[in-house]
C-alpha cells in the first residue's frame, strides 16, 4: 500500500508541475506592455523580439519520416563517423545497468561518446530503454522508454517517456490524469495532452536561436 500511495503521489506531482512549466511559460510568451524609447521612430529589430517559450504536448520531429535509425546494444559505442550523420537517429538498449555484473560501469563508459555524436548534428532523434536494478530479475528501482529529440533548425525539441515505473509501478501524467479525473476533470484534460497512457509524460519546449543550423535549413 506504501507503494502505490508514493506512486500516485509522485504522479500528482509531476501532473502538477507540468501545468505549472505550461502556465508560467505561456505567461513568459505573453505580449508585455510596450516601454517607451528615446526614439520612438526607431523599431525593434527581429534580434530584440522575444523567443517563442510555449510548451506544448509532444509531436513526432518532422524529419522522422526520413530517419535512418541506428541501433545499439548494452554498453556499445556508437561509430565516430556518425558525428557527421544529419539527420541523426539513434536507439539504445540501457536495459543492464546492474550493480553485480558490471553493466552499470559499462553504461558509464559508453555514454560519454554517445552525447559527443550529438552535439554538432542540427536534426537528432533518439529512442532508449531503461531500467537500473540491483541485480538480474529484480524489480526495477527505476524503468522507462525515451523518446528525445530537437530540430535546432526550427528551434523546437520534444521529450517522452512512456511506460515509465518507479519499484514496479507506474509514473507520469497518464497515472495524474487518471487519478484527477473524477474530482478535478478540468486539469485531467489539461494534463491529458501531455501523456494519456499509465506512465507517459511528454512535451515539446523551444530552442536558442543557432545560426548555423538556421542557415543549414
Known sequence: M???VSAAGCALVLGASAALLASSAAAVAAPSKPVVRENPARQPTRSAELADTSVDPFTEPGFAA???WHEFGEGEQPPWWLTFADPLCVEYSKRDITIDDGGALRFLVAEPSRFAIAMVTCHYYQKDHWSVQSTHGATPWVAWDGQYWWDKAARRAGARLTNF???GH???IGDAVTALEPDFPDIARALSDYGQAAGETGLTVSL???LRCALAG
Open 66 to 68: 526520413g530517419c535512418t
Open 165 to 167: 515505473r518507479i519499484d
Open 208 to 210: 536558442p536561436y543557432d
Open 2 to 4: 506504501r507503494l502505490r
Open 170 to 172: 507506474t509514473v507520469g
